[in-house]
């Protein structure tokens, strides 16, 4: 089992490594909208001195970061298997001696782990020549930051295979895809830093699955926890990429009871 997890891991790897110049394309692209959003957060900072937690190069640096783990993390836009579903094409994935959750959550893996090499390190490495960004020196903070970003994923793919299985039930899933990508993307930290909610809605925030795909290992990155308080949140999104998996099998399991009835 652990070989096919990680021959479909190398499959979900090469399958985006196929395509370079979408990839120098994507580098483009993120690191166009680094510089705009870095050169916004400065703007900010030029009124203000801090933001909850946050200074300017701290402004900066999550700037960067949130470039790179973009496409790693990747809260919005994959509908693989909801489209199999639609289609029908999912009876045939059910008949492969192997757990449909767990195929896909090989694959996604993978893709992450192409993304976070060629889509991840080039623009934050343009944003570090570029502006004054912090980074870790601690090789420790290194190897936190590399444990969140993995348990990221998790939630991350967790999320987003359990709103792909609407399909079961929806003709058109598109609807609840977009609800769910809306609610990630804003309460996740991909827009700005949570730091920069009120703080009724920065503690909300925190309450809810999103956090823990982008902003905490942002918050990793800058030694805004340490200790104690990083034990906490490397366990935050432990708990949710588990709760999520968890929730994810048990509404597969429905589904999978629905499409049985509708199949005679």
Partial sequence: MPRLFFELARRGYRRYAAYPGATWAGVFTNTFFGFLLA???????????????YDARDA???VWVAQGMLMTIYIWGWYEVAL???????????????????????????????????????????????????????????????????????VSFAFR???????????????????????????SGQIVPLAFFPHWLEVLAWGLPFASMVQAPIEVFLGHA??????????????????LLLLGRVVLAAGLRKLVIQGG
Avoid: C, K
């Fill in 60 to 62: 900066v640096t999550y």
């Fill in 226 to 243: 340490e200790g104690v308080e990083l034990a906490g949140l490397l366990a935050l999104q432990t708990f949710w990429a588990a709760a």
């Fill in 161 to 187: 295979f359990l709103f792909n299985l609407a399909a079961f039930w929806l003709l058109d899933y598109r609807g609840v895809g977009m609800l769910a990508i809306t609610a990630s993307t804003f309460f």
């Fill in 84 to 154: 199999r579903v639609q289609s029908g094409d999912v009876a045939t994935d059910l008949q492969r001696p192997l757990d449909l959750q767990a195929y896909w959550l090989a694959q996604d893996l993978g893709r992450a782990a192409y993304h976070a090499v060629f889509r991840g390190i080039p623009p934050f490495l343009v944003g570090a020549i570029a502006f004054d960004v912090l980074v870790p020196r601690d090789p420790r903070v290194w190897l936190a930051f590399v444990v969140s970003v993995v348990l990221a994923v998790l």
């Fill in 39 to 53: 050169y916004i957060l400065l703007a900010v900072f030029r009124e203000r001195e801090t933001v909850g937690s």
